[in-house]
């Protein structure tokens, strides 16, 4: 098992690459399931995945979808929630039935944490599991919010973000103070279970971590590491972020 390794001469070929295989998947299986990601790194394959709904007829109204993560404590029109994030950028502009979309809530109480998270991974079982997943990478090595110290059969849950991660998000929510503190994400044996799935990483503030996460040891520092034992997992990063392999 290894990483299949895409170094891209743009962002852009690497966008419509991701997209490319998403498209050619759903139309294999209309009612394929597609683990979904947030952050500014996925937004071009899903501008490229809107652009193929309106010009090339693709249709999203049987899959479904589950995504990575969301944050605690804010309200769902918060405009830096991931369902906000998800609606802007994706679902508003294809036709995906709302009840076929899944991302955590923002707000679960405290007491409803554990049945909730079984109920999402339940959930993504009932679906036949996910086909295909979309992957960024935090510069703590996260993929989800699976910071430093998740164990590699972890699931999903609440987690406490990491200072790197919220310092990270600061700009978007405007300064520090704002920015939540825990979200809930799937785990990284969630993750593991996808059949395929495609890691984007962009520029150069990526390289050092895409470095670890592909040639480092697999460890739990570096939930991206885990990949490493994946038997479909593809890396697609631009000069950039594979300037330090
Ligand atoms: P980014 O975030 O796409 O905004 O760089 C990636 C992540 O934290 O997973």
Not at 16 to 42: D, M, N, W
Not at 93 to 121: F, M, Q, W
């Amino acid at each position: 098992m290894s990483i299949t390794l895409h170094i891209h001469a743009t962002r852009e070929t690497a966008n419509k690459k991701v997209a490319r295989e998403i498209a050619e998947l759903i139309r294999a299986k209309p009612h394929a399931v597609l683990g979904l990601a947030t952050g500014s790194t996925p937004i071009g394959v899903y501008q490229e995945l809107v652009r193929l709904h309106h010009q090339e007829g693709l249709s999203f109204r049987q899959v479904c979808t589950f995504n990575l993560d969301e944050y605690q404590g804010i309200d769902l029109s918060h405009p830096e929630s991931y369902w906000n994030f998800m609606h802007r950028h994706l679902f508003d502009h294809i036709d995906i039935p709302a009840a076929n979309i899944h991302i955590p809530g923002t707000r679960v109480p405290s007491l409803e944490l554990a049945d909730y998270c079984k109920h999402y991974e339940e959930l993504i079982t009932v679906h036949g599991g996910i086909d295909y997943q979309i992957l960024g990478i935090g510069r703590t090595g996260h993929i989800g919010f699976n910071e430093p110290g998740s164990p590699p059969d972890c699931r999903t849950r609440r987690i406490l973000l990491d200072q790197l991660t919220r310092e990270d998000a600061a700009p978007a929510f405007g300064d520090l103070d704002h920015v939540p503190t825990h979200a809930i994400t799937m785990g990284c044996g969630t993750i593991m279970e996808a059949r395929h799935i495609a890691l984007l990483a962009f520029g150069t503030a990526k390289a050092a971590i895409v470095r670890k996460a592909l040639r480092g040891p697999v460890s739990s520092q570096v939930s991206a590491s885990y990949l490493q034992n994946h038997e479909h997992t593809s890396f697609h990063l631009d000069h950039e972020s594979a300037s330090l392999l």
